[in-house]
Structure formats: C-alpha cells, structure tokens
C-alpha cells in the first residue's frame, strides 16, 4: 500500500500538465489558422489580378469577334462580290479590246507588207524594161566578163598546181617530222617511266626512312645505307638519261639526213608526175567542154530558140519570178511560224495562270481553315485559362482573409508600415510581404517571451524545448534575390 502512494503523481500536478499541454495546443491551433488566413487573403488578391486580366482579354476578344463578324457580314461580302463582277466585266473588255488593236495593227503591218512588195515589182519591172542598145551593150559586157573570167580561171588553175606541187613537198616534210615525232614521244614515254621508277623507289625510300624515325637509335646506319643509295641511284639515272639524249640527238641528226637525202631521189619523178597530171586535166576539161555543148545544144531543141542571148534572158527572167515566188512563200512561212509560236506560247501562259488561279484558291480555303482552327484552339485555351483564374482568385482571397485574421488574433501592429500602405491599409497582393513580415516577427517575440518567462520560473519541464522550439526558417539566396545566369 505504501509503495503505490509513493508511485502515484499528484493530481494536482497532473490537472496542471493538462492546462499547459491544452494552452499549447490551442496556441498552436491559432497559430495554424492565422497561417490559412493569411495565405486565403494573398491567394484571393492574386485571383483578383487574375480576374482583371481576364476581363481585359475577354474585352479584346469581343472585339477581335465584332471586327470579324464585321468583316463576314452579308452587306460587306455583298460589296465585295459587285466589286470582283465589275472588275471581272472590265478585264474582259478590256482583253476584247486589247485583240481587237493588235488584229487591226497586224492588219495595217501586213498591208503596209504588201504595198511594199509591190512597189518593189513595180520599180523592178521598170528597171528590166530595156531597149535594143542596152541588150547589145549587156551582151557585150557579158562576153568580156566571160573572158576575163577565163583568164582568171586559167591563172588561178597555175597557181592551185604550184600550190598542189609545194604541198607534196610540206607533206613529205610533214611526214618525216611526224616519224621523227613518234620516235622521240616513245623515247620521252621510256625515259619518263623510267623517271616515274626511280621517283617511286626514293618515296619508297622516304617511307622506310619515316618509319624508321620513331626507332632512330637502332636504324642510324641503315637510313644513312639508304640515302646513299638513293643518291647512287639518282646519279645513275641521271648518267642514263644524258646517254639517252645524246643518243636522241644522233637519231635525229641521222634522220634529218637521211631525208634531205630522199627528197633530191624524189624531184626526179616529181616533173613526170606533173606533166601526167596535167595532161590528164587538159583531157578532162575538154570532156567537161563537149559534155557543156551537148548540154546546150539540147536546151536550144527544148525551147526551140536558137539565139543564146534571148534564152539566157528568157532563163534569167524565170528565174527571177521563181526566186520571187520562193522568196514570198518562205516569207509566208515565217510569218506562220512565228504566229504558231505566239499562239502556243500563250496558250501555255494562259494555262499556266490557270494552274496558279486553282492553287491560289486551294491555299486560301486552307488558310481559312487553319485560321478557324486556330481561332477554335484559342478560345478553348481562353476558356480554360479563365476557370483557372477564377480558382485561383478563389483561393488568394481565402488566402488574405486568413492573414489578415491572423494579424488581428495576434494583436500586430501596422504602423511601421503605414507610411508605405498609405489609404489602402487592407492587406492585398502588392503589400502582403509587409504584413508576413509583422507576422512573423510577433511570433518570435512570443515564442521568446515563453520560453524566457518558463526558464524564469524554472519548471520542471518547459513549455519549448530546444529541440522543439521554432526557429526562423532563412530561405536560400535564390529566392531572396533571383539573378539571371551568364550567357558564357
């Protein structure tokens, strides 16, 4: 019995451990609804910006939608389509009469053609009129051409055989020279592949020297082995390649010997030679004669005139009224052809103006449906974001009530920060910190308060214990002062 009352606590401690506990969790309690208060207040305020950006992008939308609705009404797209007919009937009329000037001016150019060629006619006709006097005198101006013209062709038939003479003998020289040519181009080919042999071993050497490098304290003697004997080659080659021109240069002394030598065998049937062939060409021009005279001979029987002054102009006159004729047609051709050319090319320009018309509509019912679309996205978007404002201007003015009854519940004073409220002394988003700080530094003082008021007294155990005991929570140098990092 007497070892249970000495275990038992006194009531009277333990109802006093019940108020201190009951005292701070009520302390507590406050505490945490101060905190809701205060953060409802600030969220509040923050829907309250929210809201009013809301309202300032609804207000830009209604007018974005009036301009549109505007733009799309009956009486504007009614102006529009008179519009485009008007200036669709004169692009028409105007297309008409453009044709009808370039058919009139075509016209007035194809006769301006005509009159032309016809004054032509006319003053040649007139100019070919001629009377006995000026044929005889033609004809006799013809006749002296037609010596002079034999002369000509009689000296020009000399100098083409002096010519033909000298050309045998360039040809022979040319002959030898192209002989002498291929000698010395496959003597050059074997001296340059022999060349290319001696370059390929010394880079062969300059390979097996550079791989050598890297063990340069054992290979010393052979590289310096190597070096002298590329050296010894290259002498060698060299030595050879004296040999070889000057053997090439008795070559080409013998061979330019030996056709000196040729050619004086070869002036001896060179004279026979000339004299066959022009024998031969004396034959065959008076072959070419009699063929010449039959030929004309028939033409006086065909025509039945035997006078070769009156064929010769009769021949002449034909002949001009069929160049005439040949000359209009080919004109007549050209003209078609150029305007066969003019029709496809615009053919061609008035189908490819189609195939643009098409596709330039094509893209602008397309930009018109991705501009609806995007138009239908952005009011979603718009919706969306405004039911999120309006929650979140439901919450920051929950938020700044709770503060603002924390503040009150725990007797804060705001003179401090009056000067800077001025006639707004209602807690809002703007001057929220101001008021969290007053917070925060009340519960401080009261926590110390308690805490130096329980060691005063010296209980057994205290209200905050150190390890319980709330400390200012100092946010990170981040948060107190943002700064943007270096680009670098």
């Known amino acids: 019995m007497a070892y249970r009352t000495h275990h038992t606590p006194d009531e009277r401690e333990l109802e006093i451990l019940a108020r201190t506990e009951l005292s701070r969790l009520k302390r507590q309690y406050r505490i945490m609804e101060n905190d809701r208060a205060a953060c409802a207040e600030d969220a509040r305020l923050q829907l309250r910006s929210h809201t009013n950006m809301i309202k300032h992008l609804e207000y830009e939308k209604a007018e974005l939608v009036l301009h549109i609705k505007t733009a799309n009404s009956k009486t ?22 453009n044709d009808m000037i370039k058919n009139e001016k075509e016209e007035i150019t194809e006769l301006d053609v005509q009159i032309d060629k016809l004054t032509k006619e006319v003053t040649s006709l007139k100019m070919k009129v001629q009377t006995d006097t000026q044929l005889r005198d033609i004809a006799e101006k013809r006749q002296k051409t037609i010596t002079l013209l034999e002369n000509r062709l009689d000296v020009t038939t000399k100098r083409f055989n002096s010519i033909i003479a000298t050309n045998m003998v360039i040809r022979d020289e040319i002959e030898s020279a192209l002989k002498e040519r291929a000698q010395f181009t496959a003597l050059w080919k074997k001296s340059i592949g022999q ?21 340069r304290d054992d290979e010393l003697n052979t590289i310096q082995a190597l070096r002298e004997r590329g050296m010894r080659d290259l002498k060698t080659h060299v030595s050879e390649m004296c040999e070889l021109r000057r053997t090439l240069d008795n070559e080409l002394k013998l061979q330019e010997f030996l056709g000196i030598k040729g050619q004086h065998r070869e002036m001896t049937d060179l004279n026979a030679k000339r004299a066959a062939e022009k024998k031969a060409r004396t034959e065959e021009k ?30 002449i006159k034909q002949e001009e009224e069929n160049f005439a004729l040949f000359s209009y047609v080919n004109e007549l051709n050209d003209e078609l052809e150029c305007l066969q050319s003019r029709m496809v090319q615009l053919t061609a320009a008035t189908q490819q103006e189609n195939v643009l018309n098409e596709h330039r509509s094509k893209e602008q019912t397309e930009t018109l449906e991705k501009l609806k679309e995007e138009l239908e996205e952005q009011t979603a978007l718009a919706d969306e974001a405004e039911e999120r404002v309006k929650q979140c201007d439901d ?19 705001n003179s401090p ?22 917070i925060e530094k009340r519960i401080t003082q009261m926590f110390h308060k308690v805490y130096w008021v329980d060691r005063a007294t010296k209980s057994q155990q205290l209200r905050l214990d150190e390890d319980k005991r709330p400390r200012l929570k100092v946010p990170t140098i981040k948060y107190i002062a943002p700064t943007q990092p270096c680009a670098l």
């Open 417 to 438: 920060i009056l000067e800077l409220l001025g006639d707004n002394e209602q807690i809002t988003i703007s001057n929220i910190m101001l008021y969290l700080g007053i």
């Open 195 to 215: 060349l290319n042999t001696g370059k390929q071993i010394i880079n062969d050497l300059i390979e097996q020297s550079t791989i050598a490098f890297n063990q």
């Open 395 to 413: 919450i920051l003015e929950k938020l700044l009530k709770g503060i603002d009854s924390l503040f009150k519940a725990i007797r804060c004073d």
């Open 76 to 97: 504007f797209l009614r102006e529009d389509q008179e519009m485009e007919d008007k200036l669709k009937c004169l692009l028409e009329m105007q297309s008409k009469y």
């Open 286 to 315: 008076q072959t070419m004669i009699a063929h010449y005279k039959h030929i004309l001979q028939t033409i006086k029987e065909f025509t039945g005139q035997q006078e070769i002054d009156k064929l010769t102009a009769h021949f």
